[in-house]
């Protein structure tokens, strides 16, 4: 498989929740496979935009190596990274709406935890970044963001890291008030049987994405810090 870029997610171990989250998204990133989503009317479209990267939680976003590493360099260092991340256990996991345009799973409790293993990787993995491109910041829409996530998105190449950084299981794209007045319900009515309480952290996943844009598994990588 010929893979373009590489990103640095957590994705549940737990398979009633992965594979729920699969078909609701209609993609198994574990098993390189579309899904047949539920019939929920408007479904297929709300979740056209998530739906390529499969169901994860962002700790390092979508980046192309750098050419002076191989995909067995990233995989080899973040093997040896997560023997020094301890996971984490929050309370549970609940849909919500974020930035009030798109569903997700958040976390409950404090995420003092979950934001120290996304800023411990977001550094540790950057030398393995390659600069953006002029048209990979444009699609970032910096003229949207705070100064301060400017400044994040060009040193980082992603604007919402260290104290912008919210955890979060990404459910739809962005939708019409409507659309997610709609959908929430839904959403909360499927996927509660198959939330785990305690929700833990345990696990960094290197995902690629292949040439038609799809996001993958290469590997897991269980934290034992």
Known sequence: MQIERYALYFAPNDRALSQ???????????TGCAVAQPAIAGLAAATAAPRKYGFHGT?????????????????????????????VDLPGLAVARLAGRFLALRPDGNEAGLREIASEVVTRFEPFRAPPSAAEIARRKPETLTPRQRDL???FGYPYVFEEFRFHLTLTGDLPEPELDRLQPEAVAY????LPRPFRVDQICLFGEDAQGRFHILSRHTLSG
């Open 20 to 30: 729920a989250a699969a078909a609701w998204l209609g993609w198994d990133a574990e």
């Open 59 to 87: 700790l390092k976003a979508p980046f192309r190596l750098d050419p002076a590493y191989r995909t067995d360099d990233l995989a080899e260092a973040l093997a040896h990274a997560a023997t020094q991340i301890a996971p």
């Open 153 to 155: 998105l060009h040193a």
């Open 191 to 194: 996927f509660t049987p198959h």
